[in-house]
């Protein structure tokens, strides 16, 4: 499988036990809908494939995880921090009224007092929110997207309204 095949779910946290348990903490929202029989871990720029004995989902959003052919500790470690993967094949369906954060990315974003600021090139997910990255005046920025901060969203022009905090860009130009 190739990289642009694969849908990216988490990544592995930890090991757990010495049978080769390990731990996928999930960026996915809804981990229960997916169809875990195999996934790809992201080693050494390649897919590798790892078909799943057993697991078991968590509220936290993590899972543990027991894959074919690592029983011990040992064949787990390598694992550590590796994203993991599904085929785009076993995404599940969305309703089209269902509208992620993750779907802003290639959106142009304008501030509400600073004009054009630029395109998302990312969108990241952590604990509390969601953080979205533009390129703008050749300077990385990071603002996070949530119902305070955007003011509109054009799905059809594929366009954001903002209202940035003061000062936020100032930040980033001035390093």
């Known amino acids: ?47 590798v494939p790892f078909f799943i004995s057993s697991y078991k989902l968590q509220p936290n959003n993590t899972g543990n995880f027991f894959f074919d052919d690592v029983d011990h500790i040992d064949k787990a470690q390598p694992l550590l921090r590796k994203k993991i993967y599904i085929p785009l094949s076993k995404v599940p369906e969305r309703e089209d009224e269902d509208f992620h954060y993750n779907d802003l990315k290639g959106y142009i974003v304008s501030d509400e007092t600073q004009g054009e600021l630029g395109e998302i090139i990312e969108v990241n997910e952590y604990p509390q929110q969601f953080v979205a990255t533009i390129s703008y005046q050749n300077k990385e920025v990071l603002f996070p997207l949530n119902e305070d901060m955007i003011l509109e969203i054009d799905e059809e022009r594929q366009t954001l309204l903002i209202d940035l905090p003061e000062g936020l860009l100032d930040i980033y130009l001035n390093n």
């Open 1 to 47: 499988m190739k990289a642009e095949e694969a849908f990216y779910i988490g990544y592995i946290t930890k090991t757990k036990g010495l049978k080769g348990e390990v731990q996928l903490y999930f960026e996915y929202d809804e981990p229960e809908l997916l169809d875990l029989d195999v996934v790809f871990a992201e080693i050494n720029g390649k897919m």
